[in-house]
Every structure is written in structure tokens, then in C-alpha cells.
């Protein structure tokens, strides 16, 4: 730094110098004027002069040092320039270089406090350790004394170990069977309290329907009781009636036997009256014969009968067989359809299927000719058999009231009858379990429909 | 017809039935004896009595089977057990007012019953039985 300012004023005081000089030479022209004029001077002045002018040659060579040691001194400067920059960047490095030195420097310093602290604590912590290592010693020789003691022990207990491991397997063993024993137990335990569970309210639900059973039972009993009884004068009734319509059919029949011998062996002396009377006489008791035989016939319905498999269709064609005066007279036309075989009371359906077609035949319009059709029809386990005709019809107010017996709906004027035909079509087809019911409007024909089930015999 | 019909009885307890059927033979069969039992047990005592008799013996027995005493079926019991000679002689034939059915199949368990007519016994059907069995 020095050196350049050093020449920069070098270089300033050469600039001086030349511009001097150069005065210098215009003093000296002026001076040679002025030397004319002053010849005495001159004289005087040219020896100054000469030996100015060896000044002034003196001060040439010296202004030509001096010019060259400038040139020297410009290239001594670039250099010096350069220089300067480089040492500028360095010195700027140095001054970062010399601030993270700083930096570290603090950091250090704070780091060697730290380290003045954990050294102290340290003296002191030894300190500390040395004093516990002295009590260690002396608890160490204890421990020694102790420790024999305890080989001593441990041999024994080392002995006792072996012994209780052997045990300790053996119960190991003996308890991993009973784990497993435990875990079957536990399982089976669960399982019995899921059924137990479940038997607690299968049986609340047991206990349910028993109490409801019993109730039932015992209304049952009275039930049944009832039934007996009613059962037993039912058929203390029917043993009457049976009896009865019997027993009345005898003196009946001697009656009508006697007409006959009447009408045989007296006819020629009765007068007319008189043979209208016994004619009246012999209608009567033939009536009263049919009646008694109906009612006969019902009060022996059920009594020691067999089931027996038997093609329905036979059954009505030996009715129509047995009609057939009626059905000709009547100029009936009857239609059956395809008939199942089926385990029935044999004598009782034929009653039935007779009494219908009677019945169908009988309550016929009065100037028409009966068409009756009889079909049947399988409905599940069951049979439904219909006995159609084209007669005077029923009301339906008289539905019921026609299966009730000795029920007429007409005069024997109009229609003769006793009352007991549909009422025994009813019990012979409760005989077989079935049901009897009529469709039917006034003046459009009625049809009689009924079920038999499938009986097993 | 292969014979004439010699002897008939009647066992029946009820008289006007006996004369009616009596009544009904005859006129079909007028020169047939007709001996008439009221009771099993009168009929019977008259068939072993006259067993060694030769006149008359009945050809054709018509049996009542409502009768007091010995009815019907008792006397069906008693005649198995006479002479199988005595009973070849004659047929019998059950005659009741019973419609029963099971008196009809009752009476087919005894093989020396011929048939089973309901009353009353007409003459018609005395022709069917002297046409079918004589």
C-alpha cells in the first residue's frame, strides 16, 4: 500500500519536474534576451550559464533516469496492481475465513465451558467413586464370606433344584393332561350348558304344552263323558227303534195278510164301499210298512258293517236296475259319468245312491220328463260325488231342515213320502266320514252333492 | 218238477203267519201234508220221534228264527246234531221277518240251510223253491 502511494507521488513530482523544466527553458530564452542586453551580465551570466548548462545536462541524463526508472516504475505498478487485487480477494477470504474462525472460536469456547463443567462434575463424581469403592471393598469382603456361604447353599439347593425339576416335569406332564383334560372338560362343560339351556326352555315349553295337554285332556274327559253318554242313548234309541219298526212290522204284515185273504175269498160279497174301504185300508198299511222298513234301516245303519272295495259305478247301475220300472214309467233319462272304486259301506251307498235317484225321479216337474245326472270328482283325499236333476227345485231357507228326519216339504197329495230319505242319506254318509249339501233354486233343479274320503278298511 | 211235494212243516210261533203260509202252500201245492210246530222245541221232539216212522216225514222244514223257548238258531244247533240220515230228508229253509243282513250270512254258516226268505212266504216264491230244490 505504502509503495503505491509511493510511486503515485513519484509519478506526480516527475509530472512537476517536467513542467518545471519546460519553465525553465522559456526562463532561459528569456534570459538570453536579457543577457543581450546585459552583456556584462551575460559574460558573467555565460559562465553561470555553462555551468548551468552542465547542471542542466546533469539534470537531462538525470530527467532520462528518472523517465526510465517511471517506465519501471509503471510496470513495477501494474505489477503491484495486480498484486494488490489478488491480496484484496485473499484478504476478502481471510476476512470470511476469519469470521468463521471467530465463530468457531466462540463455539469452542462455549464447548470448553461445557467441558469445564463436566470436569468438574467428573472430579466430583470420582471423588464420590472413590469413597463408594472404598465402602465396595469392604462390603466385597463381606460379600466374599457371604458368597462361600451361598456356594454352599446353592450346592445343596442346586441338589433340591435337580429333584424338584424332575418333579416339576412330572407335574408338568401331569398338568398338561389335566390342561387338556381341563380343556375337554371346559368344552364339554360349555356344550352341557348350551343343551342345559336349551333343554330349560324346551322343557318351559314342555311344561307349556303339558298344562295346555292336561286341560285339554280334562276337557276331553268331560268331553268324552258327555259323548259316552250320549253315545250310550244313542244307541239305547236306535236298539229301540230297531226293535220297534220290528216288532211293528209282524202284526203290520198280518194285517196286510189278511186284506189279502179279504180280497181273495170275500170280494164277491162286499159291495163296492166296502172294497173301497179295505183298498184304503190296504194303501195304509202298506205305508205304514215302508215307513217302519225306513226306519228300520236307519236304526240298523253303522251296526256290524264291513268296509269293502267296491266300483261305484256297479253300485248305481244295480240301482238303476232295481228302478227300472220307475225310471220307465217316469221316462227318466239318467247320465253317469266315470265312477272310482272305493272302500265303502256296500249296502248303505247303495241306499244312498237309491234314494237320491228316488228322490231326483219323484220331485220332477209335473209335465216333464226327469234328467238326472250323476258325476263324480277327486278333490285331494277325496271324493265328491253329485246327484243333479231338472225338478221342482228347494228354497234354500229348507237347506238344512231337509236332512232332518220325518222333515216334509210337501203333502203326500203332492208328493208322497215319509220324511226319512234324506235324513238316512245324511247318516250314511256320516257313516263314511263325508259331508251331504245341496245346491239348488225353486223351479231350476237341484243337486245333491256328497264326499266319501278315502276309507282304509 | 220232479216230484210232488209230500210234507211241509212250519216253525213258527206266530199263528196267523202259520195259517197264511199254510194258506199259500195249499194253494199251490193243495195235497201236501203241512205240519205246523209253534215252537224249536215241538219240532224238534216230532222229527226224532217220528225218525223210525215212515209216514210223513217232512221234506221241507220252513224255520222261524224269533221264537220263544227255542228260537231258530238253537234249533239249527239241536238238528246238527240228529242222524245225518234223518237230516238228508229234508232241506230247510230260514223264513223271518228280518231284513238283517246278518241273519242272512248267520244262516249261509249252516250248510244244511238252503236259502233265507223274508216274510211273508207267498205263494210265488213256494213256486220258485218246489222248481228249485224238487
Not at chain 1, 296 to 316: A, E, F, M, P
Not at chain 1, 388 to 410: K, M, P, T, V
Not at chain 2, 36 to 54: C, P
Request: charged share 35%; glycine share 4%.
Amino acid at each position: 500500500m505504502d509503495k503505491a502511494k509511493k510511486s503515485e507521488e513519484l509519478i506526480e513530482a516527475n509530472k512537476e519536474i517536467a513542467i518545471q523544466n519546460e519553465e525553465i527553458e522559456k526562463r532561459a530564452a528569456e534570459l538570453t534576451i536579457a543577457h543581450k542586453e546585459l552583456v556584462f551580465q551575460n559574460r558573467e551570466k555565460e559562465k553561470r550559464a555553462d555551468e548551468l548548462s552542465m547542471v542542466s545536462k546533469e539534470l537531462d541524463f538525470q530527467n532520462n533516469e528518472k523517465e526510465k526508472r517511471a517506465d519501471e516504475l509503471v510496470i513495477a505498478n501494474n505489477e503491484l496492481a495486480y498484486q494488490n487485487e489478488e491480496k484484496e480477494k485473499r484478504a476478502a477470504e481471510l476476512v470470511i475465513a476469519n469470521k468463521e474462525l471467530v465463530f468457531q472460536n466462540r463455539e469452542k469456547e462455549k464447548r470448553a465451558d461445557e467441558l469445564s463443567m463436566a470436569n468438574k462434575e467428573l472430579d466430583f463424581q470420582n471423588k464420590e467413586k472413590g469413597k463408594r469403592a472404598e465402602e465396595l471393598i469392604v462390603a466385597n469382603k463381606k460379600l466374599i464370606s457371604l458368597n462361600e456361604e451361598k456356594e454352599n447353599r446353592a450346592l445343596e439347593l442346586h441338589n433340591a433344584n435337580k429333584e424338584l425339576v424332575f418333579q416339576n416335569r412330572e407335574r408338568e406332564k401331569r398338568a398338561d393332561e389335566l390342561s387338556m383334560a381341563n380343556k375337554e372338560l371346559d368344552f364339554q362343560n360349555k356344550e352341557k350348558e348350551k343343551r342345559a339351556d336349551e333343554l330349560v326352555i324346551a322343557n318351559k315349553e314342555l311344561i307349556f304344552q303339558n298344562e295346555e295337554k292336561e286341560k285339554r285332556a280334562s276337557e276331553l274327559v268331560v268331553a268324552n263323558k258327555e259323548l259316552a253318554f250320549q253315545v250310550g242313548v244313542n244307541e239305547v234309541l236306535k236298539q229301540f227303534t230297531y226293535v220297534v219298526s220290528h216288532n211293528l212290522q209282524e202284526p203290520l204284515r198280518t194285517v196286510s195278510n189278511y186284506m189279502q185273504v179279504f180280497e181273495e175269498d170275500y170280494s164277491k160279497i162286499l159291495d163296492d164301499n166296502a172294497l173301497g174301504y179295505l183298498r184304503l185300508v190296504d194303501e195304509t198299511t202298506k205305508r205304514m210298512g215302508r215307513l217302519l222298513c225306513s226306519l228300520t234301516d236307519i236304526s240298523r245303519l253303522g251296526r256290524n258293517i264291513k268296509l269293502t272295495t267296491v266300483d261305484c259305478k256297479k253300485i248305481i247301475n244295480d240301482v238303476i236296475a232295481d228302478l227300472a220300472a220307475l225310471i220307465e214309467n217316469s221316462k227318466a233319462v239318467i247320465e253317469v259319468t266315470d265312477m272310482p272304486t272305493l272302500n265303502v259301506y256296500e249296502v248303505e251307498m247303495r241306499q244312498l245312491f237309491q234314494n237320491l235317484i228316488t228322490n231326483a225321479i219323484k220331485f220332477r216337474k209335473k209335465g216333464t220328463h226327469p234328467e238326472i245326472k250323476i258325476s263324480s270328482e277327486n278333490i285331494n283325499d277325496k271324493w265328491k260325488f253329485s246327484v243333479s236333476d231338472n225338478g221342482i227345485g228347494i228354497d234354500n231357507i229348507h237347506f238344512e231342515r231337509i236332512f232332518d228326519i220325518f222333515q216334509r216339504l210337501h203333502t203326500d197329495a203332492e208328493y208322497e213320502g215319509n220324511g226319512i230319505g234324506l235324513s238316512n242319506c245324511k247318516k250314511i254318509v256320516q257313516l263314511h266320514h263325508g259331508e251331504i249339501w245341496i245346491e239348488s233354486m225353486l223351479d231350476k233343479g237341484s243337486t245333491f252333492n256328497f264326499t266319501i274320503p278315502n276309507l282304509t278298511t | 218238477m220232479s216230484d210232488i211235494l209230500k210234507c211241509v212243516m212250519l216253525v213258527d210261533d206266530d199263528k196267523n203267519d202259520n195259517f197264511f203260509h199254510e194258506r199259500e202252500i195249499r194253494k199251490t201245492n193243495p195235497e201236501t201234508i203241512i205240519i205246523v210246530k209253534t215252537s224249536g222245541k215241538e219240532a224238534l221232539d216230532y222229527l226224532i220221534s217220528q225218525s223210525y216212522i215212515i209216514e210223513p216225514h217232512p221234506e221241507l222244514i220252513f224255520l222261524d228264527i224269533n221264537m220263544p223257548g227255542m228260537n231258530g238258531w238253537e234249533f239249527l244247533a239241536e238238528y246238527n246234531k240228529m242222524d245225518k240220515e234223518l237230516q238228508s230228508r229234508a232241506i230247510i229253509i230260514m223264513l223271518s221277518t228280518s231284513k238283517n243282513p246278518e241273519d242272512e250270512s248267520r244262516c249261509k254258516s249252516w250248510s244244511f240251510v238252503s236259502d233265507y226268505i223274508k216274510k211273508p212266504l207267498t205263494r210265488g216264491i213256494m213256486n220258485d223253491i218246489v222248481g228249485k230244490y224238487f
